[in-house]
């Protein structure tokens, strides 16, 4: 059975959000009282959640305890919420690329560890209302990201029986490999070490490249199952 549904990461995969979260978590930090952090250096935080990244950068920027993150979430998620789409932008080559995967009949979804309901704000701020078939975040189920159930959740809510997934991350690479789905990676994303290293079935360094890479995937499907046959 070949893939039937392509599940995607959000942000450092399909969109580059680095400069509205990077805005949105140097708000957090004024509100703490801490400097702010270029966007450099907050694209190597990015994947794990709001709390995950308000950790890190309190950490970049001096002492950081449970009780300093907790009283820097909601700023962040406050301002995050009213300035979701500023700067974020579709990587160049994306919206072509899910025409393509449509075209060809594939589902498409969407698994996160941003909270889903700024994962479904961002989005529709995109214009992808009715585009994937479904959007699993952080806080959709009890578990997320590199839990492999996330993934597989994913696949189900998408009504598909197999899935490729598409990431950026070493988060998005345990993922796949825990829930035995083919990955792609792109190269361009938010990955704090190179993504060639982390194992994913085809690497991709634009959305240009997408369509292929799946054939790839797809076309090792078919040689398995003639081999299994034979």
């Known amino acids: ?23 949105s978590l140097n708000h957090a930090l004024g509100v703490l009282g801490r400097r702010a952090i270029d966007p450099a250096g907050v694209r190597a935080m990015v994947g794990h959640g709001a709390r995950k990244l308000l950790e890190r950068g309190l950490a970049a920027t001096g002492e950081v305890s449970p009780d300093l993150v907790e009283a820097g979430v909601q ?20 919206e072509q690329a899910l025409s393509g995967l449509e075209a060809q009949g594939l589902r498409l979804a969407i698994c ?8 479904e704000q961002l989005v529709e701020a995109l214009g992808w209302q009715g585009r994937f078939r479904a959007l699993l975040g952080a806080d959709s189920r009890p578990y997320r990201k590199p839990d492999p159930r996330h993934l597989t959740d994913t696949l189900a809510a998408a009504g598909g029986q197999r899935a490729i997934f598409v990431g950026d991350s070493r988060t998005d690479a345990d993922t796949a490999l ?39 995937i797809q076309g090792q499907f078919t040689a398995r199952q003639a081999a299994d046959r034979a």
């Open 1 to 23: 059975m070949q893939a039937d549904t392509i599940v995607f990461d959000l942000d450092g995969t399909l969109v580059d959000s680095a400069d509205d979260l990077t805005a």
């Open 75 to 94: 700023p962040f998620l406050d301002y995050y919420g009213a300035n979701i789409a500023v700067h974020s932008r579709p990587f160049d080559g994306v």
């Open 112 to 119: 996160t560890n941003k909270p889903v309901a700024l994962a």
């Open 178 to 216: 825990a829930a035995l789905v083919p990955l792609v990676l792109v190269s361009f994303g938010y990955s704090t070490e190179p993504v060639a290293t982390l194992g994913a079935d085809q690497l991709i360094h634009h959305f240009n490249e997408l369509e292929p890479a799946i054939s790839a």
